[in-house]
């Protein structure tokens, strides 16, 4: 288990549903660190306050290990936002729930930078890295006519039209 060490300022997009409004300015609730989620575990669910903050057309995204609220907002939302759980304790696969619903926010317009769910790769890269090449398998049972370029100029049988009576 990893302890959380630095203290990171939240996106004003980000809509708490554990900090009271009047407590809304205060350094814990300005910033996503231990304290903001211990706060967030001890604290009741403001869950109408929080719901009554987010404008229509809104993608909602549920940042939990069960996207126990969905119904919930679905319901609560205006009928044009959009509302995406990462996590579902249903799924047998939940790498695959999250990144079809990583895959979901990009269909819904989000700018998506997949390069940070990878780690960093090192050059030069080692021996042992698997290539793609031996996983591509050209099927040579069938042929094609591939017309040349010659084919496609003004003067070819192509662009010659036939009017039979």
Known sequence: ????????????????TSVPEHQIQ??????????YLVNNLISPVRFYDAVRKIPSKAIVIEIAPHGLMQTLLKRSLPTESDC??????????????????IGQLFT?????????????????????TAMLSPGIKWDHSKEWVVPSWEEFLPDSSVFKKTISK
Do not use: C
Request: aromatic share 10%.
């Open 1 to 16: 288990m990893q302890v959380i060490t630095k203290s990171i300022p939240r996106s004003n997009l980000w809509i708490s």
């Open 84 to 101: 995406i759980s990462l996590m579902s304790r249903k799924e047998s696969d939940n790498l695959h729930y999250f990144l079809s619903n």
């Open 26 to 35: 205060t350094e814990q609730a300005k910033s996503f660190n231990s304290s």
């Open 108 to 128: 819904l317009g989000l700018t998506l930078d997949l390069k940070k769910l990878y780690p960093p790769i090192e050059y030069p890269v080692g021996t042992g």
